[in-house]
């Protein structure tokens, strides 16, 4: 299924911080596992992930360092900051929160939140 | 260890010259610094390289190489974003002050040489408007000196008679001329100094190399307006400023 880019380009920074919680990846090995975690349904065009990773780290929120990969050959490995991680907090604080609204207005019934409401498991 | 060896042993095949020329392509239109632009050019080959490995065939490689163009989309694009995000990157206030620096410098100049007779005919009218409201003050006073401070500039370098202006008005000129060019010549080297260190955008790059060169004409002479349009032009200021004055004096009055 082809998404519409800019649904695509507001969970892709989200979607990038939480695989990066896992350990430091350089930008292949970084598209290639987000695709397989997300059964091939987040895949990040190559045009925009290069972009993506600079701007967040640009923004603080992960730190890029050159060291050499298991094959030998040196690449560029991006890991998540505190900063980072704090983001991703909220984030999917927020994204729970619109999936939730959203799951409402479609008729859908909502996925019971893991903190729950008023005692609720 | 191992993977030394396996470098040594195994090593890769070179990067298709397609997907090597699309890398040089995004890396020169980004226009930025040349480490920059090597260390996105590291990566993207690199990217190439992991996507590559394993397919070993001709046309497999090919085919290869065309999906990961065309993921990667168009280089114009993908130039302007990176180069967004690596600017962002760089801590940019330096590069954004020396920028408004340069910028500062250059209009000094053009005040100092004098760009236009147009722009200094609005200049009279803002002075004289100026005047018109403070009435006659020092701030007026300052205002009109300020503006024939300008044709002052004018008819030295587009030979006037300088006879025709007050010493007030000369010392103003020397003052601000002096500035004007060390402004100028502090922009210009600033300028140069972001070129060099953050790397060149079209607009740095012309205000770099255009303002020397417009400086140079006008100082030869070569791109003089009329000068008994300046003459003309300086008289009616003469007339005009008291004229304005005396109307906003009888007025408040």
Redesign the interface.
């Known amino acids: 299924m082809k998404f519409e880019r800019e649904l695509l380009k507001g969970v892709a920074p989200m979607a990038v911080l939480e695989v990066l919680t896992r350990e430091p990846m350089?930008?292949?090995?970084l598209s290639s596992i987000l695709a397989e975690s997300s059964g091939e349904i987040l895949n990040l065009?190559?045009?925009s992930l290069?972009?993506?990773?600079?701007?967040l780290?640009?923004?603080g929120y992960v730190k890029a360092k050159e060291r050499?990969?298991?094959?030998?050959?040196?690449?560029?490995y991006y890991s998540i900051t505190d900063r980072g991680r704090k983001q991703l907090a909220e984030s999917r604080k927020q994204w729970a929160k619109l999936r939730e609204g959203i799951d409402l207005l479609f008729g859908d019934t909502p996925q019971k939140p893991a903190l729950g409401r008023g005692g609720l498991a | 260890m191992r993977?030394?060896t396996?470098?040594t042993l195994d090593a890769?095949p070179p990067i298709p010259e397609e997907a090597a020329a699309f890398v040089a392509r995004v890396t020169r239109e980004m226009a930025s610094g040349r480490q920059l632009a090597e260390?996105?050019r590291?990566?993207?080959l690199?990217?190439f390289?992991?996507?590559l490995?394993g397919i070993e065939g001709l046309e497999e490689r090919a085919a290869a190489v065309q999906a990961?163009l065309r993921?990667?989309?168009?280089e114009n694009?993908?130039a302007a974003?990176?180069r967004?995000?690596?600017r962002?990157?760089e801590k940019g206030t330096p590069a954004s002050l020396l920028g408004m620096a340069m910028a500062g410098g250059v209009f000094c100049l053009a005040i100092a040489l004098g760009a236009n007779p147009e722009v200094f005919t609005y200049v009279s009218v803002l002075a004289w408007s100026v005047g018109l409201v403070l009435g006659p003050s020092l701030a007026a006073h300052g205002a009109r000196a300020v503006c024939h401070a300008l044709w002052v500039a004018r008819a030295l370098f587009f030979e006037v008679d300088p006879d025709s202006v007050s010493d007030f008005d000369v010392t103003v000129l020397r003052a601000m001329v002096q500035r004007g060019y060390i402004a100028a010549a502090g922009g210009l080297l600033l300028g140069l100094i972001v070129t060099l260190r953050y790397g060149y955008t079209p607009s740095i790059m012309v205000m770099t190399l255009l303002v020397p060169l417009w400086a140079g004409l006008i100082s030869e002479g070569l791109l003089r307006p009329s000068a008994r349009r300046v003459e003309i032009l300086y008289g009616l200021s003469e007339l005009a400023v008291p004229a304005c004055g005396t109307a906003a004096k009888g007025e408040s009055v």
Not at chain 1, 26 to 29: C, E, L
Not at chain 1, 50 to 55: I, M, S, T
Not at chain 1, 68 to 76: E, I, L, N, P, V
Not at chain 2, 71 to 74: E, H, L, V, Y
């Open positions: 350089y930008g292949y090995q065009g190559r045009g290069y972009p993506l990773l600079y701007n780290e640009a923004k050499a990969a298991d094959s030998g050959r040196k690449r560029r | 993977g030394r396996a470098t890769p260390e996105v590291r990566e993207s690199g990217h390289e992991d996507a490995e990961l993921d990667f989309g168009d694009l993908l974003l990176i967004r995000g690596k962002r990157c």
